[in-house]
Structures are given as structure tokens and as C-alpha cells.
DNA sequence: CGCTTTTCTTGAACGAGTCAAGAAACGGTA
DNA sequence: TACCGTTTCTTGACTCGTTCAAGAAAAGCG
């Protein structure tokens, strides 16, 4: 079993500095997958229940920046954010509650990974967002 | 050389009243692909003046609802708006200024349409973004 | 322990998008 | 062509996620 994560070291790793919203922030993604900032803010303040919410807002940003945490914004959703970072993987997205799930990559490694003509762009990410209705939203066919 | 777009027409075939508003929206979103609701306005209104802000939201949604234009947000965005619909492409998005380029579909029809473990979900679209820096916001190296 | 820099608190502000009520326009029918 | 019911547009207020800004607190170095 791999040991918890160690939220204070991950920050030092990043060469943040460890203050207490961060390692509560850290945790929050960590343990609310696809999470927004709301919810994180509920979450944090379970722990620091005098945490500002721009404090957080602050927080996320900085762990998006140091690739501690990745953003996630589906259409006409607000920002999201998970801890599953650096393997490649996608989502998907309910269009009826905006459930948001975890896929590995389709196709292995890196599969749409280039485009057909880059345009001269020089690309750094492929993101891949699968649409449709969760279990709880599809209509129940007998 | 393809007829040009009878946007009148197109209202109909959709099953939708042709209203002045309507039509200059949607051939503001031919004339001017990727481009925000802002400038979609500032289009419409070189036809027509005095539309509302409103009327072109409006008609923005219902022709998106009708399938007649799309409708793109990547993370971070406001809402862009393109009349290429149908033909399974994708997009560049520079992460400097957000330009949006189109690009066909890497591996032909339909390469990522496929998650590898759908969760449950009934998906009916696969979208890919492809993020880096454009051409003009790639720094330039000697 | 004290100092410098970064981060957090507080509170206001921004802006894309939405809501709501009444006026106008569409299009089917007489 | 005129009428009528329904849809759409105008007007203006409003929501809410997010950002901005100034001063207070705290992280971490010597």
C-alpha cells in the first residue's frame, strides 16, 4: 500500500512555502476528486474553519501553477480541481448534473496526442473530453 | 464552388422562426468563426443596430440547441461560437492569447470517440483540445 | 530573535451570462 | 390583406464565480 501523501513535503518538493491553507487545500483535492472551489472551501474549513475563500482561490492557483493540482473547467461548469496529475488521463462529463469521471488514456500512452496540422502551434497538452449522460441522468430504458 | 449559405433557409430547415436577429447572428457566426458573444454582437449590429444584447444570447442558444452552430468554451474562456458543425474536428487553443484554430481529426473519423471504461455513461461526444502557443506567442528562438 | 518577503484577511468590484415583464414580430389562417 | 395566438425581442435589473487591492499576519532566512 503506498504511503499518504505528504502534503507539507510536496509543497517543499515545489519550493512553496507550507502555510496551513495550502496543506488543508492539498488535502481537499486530494481527497474530493473533480471537487470546486466551493466544496474545497467547505472542506478547509472543516480543518481551518476561519480560512478565507480567497485565501483558497489563492492557494489553487498557486498549486495549478507548481503542478500540484490540475484545473479542470468543463463548459458551463465552474473550475474544477483533482490531484490526478502527470498520467494522462481524461474525462467525463455529464451534460445533465456535470458529474465529472476519470478515464485512462483510450489508446495507451499519448494517442490524440497530435494533431493532424498543428498550425504552427507548439502544443503541450491534448485534452480529451468524453460527453454524455451518467448513470443516474440517462433515461432508464425497460 | 458551393452555393452560398441561405441562412433564412437554414432557420427553416430547423424548424425555427426567421427573425431578423436570427439570421445576422448566424451569419455573423459563418463570417467570423471562434469568435466570443461580444463580437458576435458587434457583428450582428453592423446589420442591425439596435439589436439587444439579449436577442443575440437568445438566438446564439437556440441555433446551438438546433445544431446549426456550436458552441466551444475552453477552460478559462467565454463562450466562442463556430457554424463548422457535423464533421467531427477538433481544436488549438494558444494558452497566451486564446486563439482557437481548427484541426481535423487526427486518425480519420472518429479516433478517441471511444473511452477505454465508459463508467456507465452514455457518451455522445468526444472533444478534443489541443493546448499550446500559436504561432505569434511561441517565443521565438534563433 | 528580528527582518524581508510572501501569504492571508477583509471587503469591494468586475463581467459574462441570466431572469423577468411587457412590447414587437412571426407566420398560420380567414 | 387583416387578424390572432405564440414566439421572440427590448429593457433593465440581477446573479455569482472570480478577481482586485490594501493592510495585517506569518513563513523562513540569517
Keep these: 500500500m503506498p504511503t499518504p501523501p505528504d502534503y507539507p513535503q510536496m509543497l517543499r ?4 512555502r507550507v502555510t496551513r491553507p495550502r496543506v488543508a487545500v492539498l488535502g481537499a483535492v ?8 466551493e466544496s ?25 501553477a507548481a503542478g500540484l493540482v ?20 481524461h ?9 465529472v469521471a476519470d478515464v485512462d488514456c483510450a489508446v ?15 502544443i503541450d497538452e491534448a485534452e480529451v473530453v468524453f460527453w454524455g449522460l451518467c448513470p443516474a441522468c440517462s433515461p432508464t430504458r425497460s
Design 13 to 16: 518538493g515545489a519550493e512553496l
Design 30 to 37: 486530494h481527497a474530493h476528486p473533480h471537487a470546486d472551489t
Design 40 to 64: 474545497i472551501i467547505g472542506a478547509v474549513r472543516e480543518d481551518l474553519p476561519e480560512v478565507s475563500h480567497q485565501a483558497v482561490y489563492d492557494s489553487l492557483h498557486t498549486l495549478a
Design 70 to 89: 490540475r484545473r479542470i473547467q468543463p463548459a458551463g461548469s465552474v473550475a474544477r480541481y483533482e490531484a490526478r496529475i502527470g498520467d494522462n488521463h
Design 91 to 99: 474525462h467525463l462529463v455529464c451534460r445533465s448534473c456535470g458529474t
Design 108 to 122: 495507451g500512452a499519448a494517442p490524440c496526442l497530435h494533431a493532424s496540422d498543428d498550425h504552427g502551434f507548439t
